[in-house]
């Protein structure tokens, strides 16, 4: 996770409000950063991959975080940290 973002995250308290995953491993793979089994608990989401590809099948890029997943839409809101905060 983006450290910045993390730091925002406790600032504001926002335990409780926003739902924060943590990665996994500490590298980046091809298929982005793990989410610990059994973590995202309302998507199933495995990895970041997994995030990307379902905002948008054809995206190429690289899987990075952090991501803010809008669970109404069903997409990724933003990946850019400034943003997210």
């Not at 409000?17 to 980046?28: F, Q």
């Not at 990895?47 to 990075?64: F, V």
Request: aromatic residues 12%; contains cysteine; glycine residues 8%.
């Amino acid at each position: 996770m983006n450290s910045r973002t993390w730091l925002y995250y406790q600032l504001k308290g926002l335990e409780g409000v926003v739902t924060l995953i943590n990665a996994g491993r500490p590298d980046l793979t091809a298929t982005g950063w793990d989410i610990p089994e059994g973590v995202d608990h309302v998507n199933g989401f495995k990895n970041t991959k997994e995030i990307y590809l379902k905002a948008n099948p054809d995206y190429k890029n690289r899987y990075t975080v952090p991501i803010l997943w809008d669970q109404k839409l069903q997409t990724i809101g933003s990946r850019f940290s400034p943003r997210i905060c």
